[in-house]
Nanobody, 125 residues
């Protein structure tokens, strides 16, 4: 059964760091582009970051550039989002999602194939 499970969320003070993890199972992660998305209360879902199956291409939203880093470990079937210098406006439910790379690189701007359920990140003092 195909599954994406996020972990690593929690409460952190402004300026702090968190590392989110996304564990994939039931499919070969190597063939998929992977993205992190977030949705804050009362707001639309936002594309945060994306990494290609070949690891040659990445995308970051302007709001997180220089603070967040996406990475993947295909052997472990894991995807990570390192988040530094967190701000209260980063508070949201963060979800990972995948889209098969056969469709090309679109920086996760189009409909994703599979989604995890998300992990809550709260940035507050």
């Amino acid at each position: 059964q195909l599954q994406l499970v996020e972990s690593g969320g929690g409460l952190v003070q402004p300026g702090g760091s968190l590392r989110l993890s996304c564990a994939a199972s039931g499919f070969t992660l190597d063939y998929y582009n992977i993205g992190w998305f977030r949705q804050a209360p009362g707001k639309e879902r936002e594309r945060v970051s994306c990494i290609s199956s070949s690891v040659t291409s990445t995308y970051y939203a302007d709001s997180v550039k220089g603070r967040f880093t996406i990475s993947r470990d295909n052997a472990k079937k894991m995807v990570y989002l390192q988040m530094n210098s967190l701000k209260p406006e980063d508070t949201a439910v963060y979800s990972c999602a995948v889209r098969h790379s056969i469709r090309g690189w679109d920086a996760c701007s189009r409909a994703m194939d599979y989604w995890g359920k998300g992990t809550l990140v709260t940035v507050s003092s």
